[in-house]
């Protein structure tokens, strides 16, 4: 393995990045609309071995106080090399003095954790998306079930919950 790490977007096989993405599960959007996805994100990280992508990561920001990482994506025969660490160790470098969260897959909660990472108990998502990725999403355990509640809010009156659809 000859990996080296890109923080630039000059220069970009998109098609690459489209497809490490696809491998990963993370996203099936083609090459060209990676290519806007990633080029109006505040910080990127491009891994290469020699000459290929196989491995990617973004953040958005407002390059201040906020910003959330998304797409963080690596070959799985790169997996466990330290080479995802180093991944995010550049991401958090670029976004240094701001409020990071990022949006995971359930089997990775542990790891975002040694980073430091702490689950959040209000965050809150909303998707609208294709019926069948979120069905996926459910099945893998993106999510809490609707309405569900911490022990610390049973009886708060204001954690009554209505579904609103």
């Given at each position: 393995m000859n990996i080296t790490y890109k923080l630039d977007k000059d220069q970009i096989?998109?098609?690459e990045?489209?497809?490490?993405?696809?491998?990963?599960?993370?996203?099936?959007?083609?090459?060209?609309?990676?290519?806007?996805?990633?080029?109006?994100?505040y910080a990127v990280v491009f891994v290469y071995d020699d000459e290929r992508i196989v491995g990617v990561a973004r953040a958005l920001s407002d390059g201040i106080c906020q910003a959330a990482i998304y797409n963080v994506?690596?070959?799985?025969?790169?997996?466990?090399?330290?080479?995802?660490?180093?991944?995010?160790?550049?991401?958090?470098?670029?976004?240094?003095?701001?409020?990071?969260?990022?949006?995971?897959?359930?089997?990775?909660?542990?790891?975002?954790?040694?980073?430091?990472?702490?689950?959040?108990?209000?965050a809150m998502c909303y998707f609208d998306m294709e019926k069948e990725h979120f069905d996926w999403m459910e099945q893998e355990g993106f999510f809490l079930p609707e309405g569900y509640r911490f022990v610390d809010e049973y009886d708060r009156p204001d954690m009554e919950w209505t579904r609103t659809k």
């Open positions: 096989n998109w098609q990045v489209a497809d490490v993405l696809d491998r990963s599960q993370l996203s099936h959007l083609p090459a060209d609309q990676q290519e806007i996805v990633f080029r109006n994100s994506a690596l070959d799985e025969e790169y997996q466990g090399h330290g080479i995802g660490r180093r991944m995010i160790e550049l991401l958090l470098e670029q976004l240094k003095g701001q409020n990071v969260i990022l949006y995971t897959h359930p089997q990775t909660v542990a790891m975002y954790e040694k980073f430091g990472f702490r689950r959040n108990k209000t």
